[in-house]
């Protein structure tokens, strides 16, 4: 899923700052799967900004709302009667929310309540870790299942660097080091051979280097499925 | 035993302190309460294993919130006591109600400014 961490209240609270009446926007998706954008989040989200404000002396009247998916038009679209009752609007979705909201809705301003951090699951509860940089041209597989692409912070293909040491990654003491976790199961496999060849280089055109990215379904655009 | 205790205290009844969620004691802060209090069972006697541990969690997220708000913390606790001590129910409630009249009105205002 894609992960996300809430933004400060401070920052939030900065942001509207000027306004009387928001609409909070949760999305049910990867954001209420990883507790920062679902309803009980935008609930918490709402009770506090709304502490604040009367702290602050300036009431903020606040809705909620949380949409199936701020990533599909369809679902966006239902907001088409009341987006404007809002002088703004949080959207607690991961960034394609605030996009797909502002591309439908051009006179609404919509303000990321969220900073979208990665690809990854759940390691323990409230524990995520990243697992998948997108990169477009997978190859898990080649890798004892384990990607070195997300998960080395060289995002290296030919083992490790000299920075691993004891099996933990120099850039951060919490990260462990892929590569040997990748050596170690090809060994403990029997399979060390595997991880002997020289690949080509990896056409990273598929990923980020490449510009922003579309994938086109042919069958569904064409609605043969 | 017809213990008095101070009349600034509101009970709301739960069946278990585990019932009680953040949005629960964040509301009751928004509305303009003082100061709330969860009173649970004793720790390691709760009927329902651990209902008391989570609301106590609860409270010390909550607490982390106002913190953040610029609000006291010590506005909301967690207290632990058996069906048994009515006497220690008085002192906590005095106590609480102590502690609140110490820290002031709410700073959380439910009226526009003029």
């Known amino acids: ?29 990867c954001v209420t799967v990883c507790n920062v954008g679902g309803l009980k989040e935008v609930e918490i989200l709402a009770a506090s900004l709304k502490i604040a404000r009367k702290k602050a ?27 404007n009752d809002y002088e703004a609007v949080i959207s607690m979705a991961c960034g394609v929310g605030p996009q797909f909201l502002s591309e439908m809705y051009k006179r609404q301003v919509f303000y990321p309540g969220v900073n979208t951090t990665f690809f990854g699951g759940a390691t323990r509860h409230g524990v995520w870790e990243e697992r998948c940089a997108g990169c477009g041209t997978c ?87 | 035993m017809r213990l008095t205790y101070s009349a600034d205290i509101k009970i709301i009844q739960v069946p278990c302190t585990g019932r009680v969620d953040i949005l629960h004691l964040l509301n009751a802060i928004e509305d303009g309460a003082d100061g709330v209090y969860v009173a649970g069972c004793l720790e390691g006697e709760c009927h329902y294993i651990e209902g008391n541990l989570k609301a106590r969690r609860k409270v010390t997220h909550v607490k982390k919130i106002l913190t953040e708000l610029g609000i006291e913390p010590e506005r909301v606790e967690m207290y632990n006591l058996s069906s048994a001590q009515g006497a220690r129910f008085a002192e906590i409630a005095n106590e609480m109600a102590d502690r609140i009249r110490a820290l002031g009105p709410t700073p959380v205002q439910n009226h526009t400014a003029a």
């Open chain 1, 1 to 29: 899923m894609i992960v996300a961490d809430r933004k400060s209240l401070e920052e939030i609270l900065a942001m509207v700052e000027d306004n009387t009446k928001i609409l909070i926007l949760g999305c049910k998706g």
């Open chain 1, 57 to 83: 002396g300036t009431p903020l009247d606040i809705d909620i709302k949380v949409l199936e998916r701020q990533c599909d038009t369809e679902y966006v679209a239902a907001l088409s009667e009341s987006v």
């Open chain 1, 139 to 225: 190859g898990i597989h080649l890798f004892g299942g384990l990607c070195p692409i997300a998960r080395c912070a060289k995002s290296l293909l030919h083992g490790p660097c000299g920075g691993s040491s004891k099996g933990v990654c120099e850039v951060n003491p919490d990260t462990e080091c892929i590569w040997d976790a990748i050596v170690r199961k090809k060994m403990e496999a029997g399979q060390l051979e595997d991880l002997m060849g020289v690949r080509g280089l990896k056409d990273w055109t598929t990923a980020r280097d490449g510009g922003p990215r579309r994938s086109i379904r042919e069958e569904l655009v064409q609605g043969n499925i």
